[in-house]
């Protein structure tokens, strides 16, 4: 369930049934105007809705006044420990003010910042890590980090109400992916705010992609989480959105851009496809629309379970197709394979539809038909979950019982019924 309440950062919804916002951090000296906005436009290239800076000096805030300006998505200033900052922040012009109530030096002056906010309109995010709970949480934390952390974030929810100030969403985040899953859980029964979700610290880019994509995925699976940051130890913040994204668009809950789709390759492959697969990568993030590219490694199962992408390619030793939705348009030598595909693409996304030359179409469907032939024989992991499919569509069969040409069981140790 999406969180029951809504705020806006800047022009961007977060909550109350919102599409999930992608946001990130910059990783420059916020102070170091150019920099952080050649990182800030490259993010938003990227596809972050909203971005957050550093806020620990007042030199940061003096940039700050002019980065809310320039910045083409909304700018959350992360502060710590300092709450004139957090005035001077909102006062700076900043979108949304990010602090945590347990370390800005007591309830007056969570009260301060709550009500310069309340008067400029300014949201909050407020929120814990499981390495700064308060201390009379400690022996809890000891006991069931989880209820700690829950608890934190409740008393920090009750102290901004107490404050009549409810313009704000939470966070609670863990280096921990099962805390991280199971405290989440349990605040978004607990709250009706918004929920921003991420895994602290969660470290390189591909250890940190898929723990993250563990937690924020299983969370966003169940319907909870209402923004993400993706953290990642590298420089490059729009890496970061990236990852979101790919989390957001394997979930289906947003769309941005193309969705790849590659074989795992196997002994059949018999041309260099990872060097296809990353051309094609790279060379689809020049595309805004959400189209689905297929990358095979063989013709040998046709182009069975691919058959839905809107193109695709199987490749072969010397020559290889391509496809549109399930028909063959073409087959090309292998060196031209890509470039032939990205052709194909253009043409499309600029007459509105795929044209097939009915001859070429015929001629890639033969040798399509060709390799099938002669390959038949082969039980390939697709072939099974084909026929299996089959089997169960005609009614036959809720379990594929094959014959002993197809799959002999002389000499095994177990008969077939
Ligand atoms: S059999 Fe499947 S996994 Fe192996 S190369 Fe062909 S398409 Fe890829």
Redesign the pocket.
Known sequence: MPSKRQIFVGGVPIGGGAPVAVQTMTKTETANLAATMEQIRKVADAGADIVRVAVPRDEDVEALKTIVVESPIPVIADIHFNHTLALKAIDAGAHCIRLNPGNIGGRDKVAEVAKRATAAGVPMRIGVNSGSLPRHLHALERESPVEALVAAAVEFVELMEGLDFENFKVSIKSTNVPNTIAANRLLSEKIPYPLHLGITEAGTKWSGSLKSSVGLGTLLADGIGDTIRISLSTFHAEEEVKVAWEILKALQLRERGPVLIA????G??QFDMDSVVAEIEQRLEGYVEPIEVAV???A??GIGEASHADFGIAGAKNEGLIYAHGKPLRKVPQASLVDTLFEEIDKSLDRGAVEFDEDESREGAAWLAKIEGENAGEL???KIAKMEKEAVEKGESDKVLLDEDVSPTAGRRFTRA
């Open positions: 074989c795992p390759t196997c059949r492959l095979l490694g063989c040998v199962n390939t992991p697709e």
